[in-house]
């Protein structure tokens, strides 16, 4: 085919096994496949932002808890410990609560870590809480409608491309929003890009990857989630701040935006479905 002359091109017919041959002979070990590779540690990193972090996003801040324990022989005598959010909301709601001897009092140390909980005044307000968790579940129906509207129609790539800038755009608005119920609409709309973002990669991995390495390079895809969690993991212990979290999420969307603009090309399936040869001919050469 890379033989033909440009006039030719245009009316040459290819099936879906020259599309596998052309995938053969462009070979894996080329430098772009390594390209890619690298372009998938960034996409995997943008795709778990939502989930790898919110544990962190939802984590307990330090409180410091009083136990009163007040007798005959001492009086307003406090023993000072370590406590979770959950024993506050409990001890605090218990309507035997005046039965008892013992009244818990808590405070937060000035080393409180930065979560959702204490940022946006979340105290013991468990529904709350579980609709910022739902808001995942939510995204993923939508996905599903919106993501084979934009692959089949506008490309793989471009797709990626697309939702990568809404992305990066979306979660700065998170800095900037302090209004909890904009908070469930902005992480329903991440949600929504990392799925799409996430199902647009697999496909192209399954499109643009020689069928004897296409399981390895989609595995190695997937096992990106532990290295993902590593790094919020060190981010957050380092920083204790979910901004610190989310700063690296969009970091890491810029960079892949970028690896995807310069380097990656349109899948050469969905060249071959619009019957685009020239250009599909163009991408394997």
Known sequence: MAGLPNSEIKYCYLSSEDIDNGLEASGSKHKYQTIMILSFVFLKVVTDSF???????????????????????????????????????????DIFNIKKKNIIKYELTPTSKH???????????????????????????????????????????????????????????????????YIYAVLLCINITNNIIYNTTALYINEMVSKDKRGVYYCFFNSLFGISGIMFTLIFNFTSSWKYLHGFSILNGIFAFSISVIFLEESIRFLFIKKQNEELIGVLQ
Request: net charge neutral; proline share 4%; charged share 15%.
């Open 115 to 181: 979560t959702f909980i204490n940022d946006f005044n979340l105290w013991c307000d468990y529904i709350k809480i579980g609709l910022l968790v739902g808001s995942a579940s939510i995204g993923s129906i939508f996905t599903n409608i919106i993501c084979p509207l934009l692959t089949e129609n506008i490309g793989r790539n471009n797709t990626i491309r697309l939702t990568l800038f809404a992305d990066i755009l979306i979660k700065s608005l998170l800095f900037y929003v302090h209004d909890i119920y």
């Open 51 to 93: 989930y790898a972090p919110l544990p962190y996003f939802l984590m307990d801040p330090k409180i410091k808890c009083k136990n009163e324990t007040s007798t005959m022989k001492v009086k307003n005598h406090f023993d000072t410990y370590e406590c979770t959010l959950s024993q506050v909301c409990r001890s605090n709601n």
